[in-house]
């Protein structure tokens, strides 16, 4: 089992940044794959970005690609998720996940998943 710890929101107004880290801790040798998802009230969860192992590959939601950029630092278990020009749109919980899927898309099953931490962007 994976632990998964996010830190990083809090409240900014739109055109501001934030940066979201998720610490990974236990067994995380079979990760492959880790993943933000966000949910806002009233809306589905939906799949932010994610990136592999290697940290070569990412995908993101249409919606922030240009604005929101996920790394990793594997030598720190840690996953970094730079978001800029926030939009109020943006406003929701962020989750961290982590996956062992073999293949790489936005479908892949996570099985690990942090507490959450909020973002909030006012207009």
């Known amino acids: 089992q994976v632990q998964l710890v996010e830190s990083g929101g809090g409240l900014v107004q739109a055109g501001g940044s934030l940066r979201l880290s998720c610490a990974a801790s236990g067994r995380t040798v079979s990760t492959s794959v880790m993943g933000w998802f966000r949910q806002a009230p009233g809306k589905e969860r939906e799949l932010v970005a994610a990136?592999?192992?290697?940290?070569?590959?990412?995908i993101y939601l249409d919606s922030v690609k240009g604005r929101f950029t996920l790394s990793k630092d594997n030598a720190k278990n840690t996953v970094y998720l730079q978001m800029n020009s926030l939009l109020p749109d943006d406003t929701a919980i962020y989750y961290c996940?982590?996956?062992?899927?073999?293949?790489?898309?936005?479908?892949?099953?996570?099985?690990?998943w942090g507490q959450g931490t909020q973002v909030t962007v006012s207009s």
């Open positions: 996940a982590a996956s062992t899927t073999q293949i790489f898309t936005r479908y892949a099953r996570y099985d690990n």
């Open positions: 990136i592999n192992w290697s940290g070569r590959s990412t």
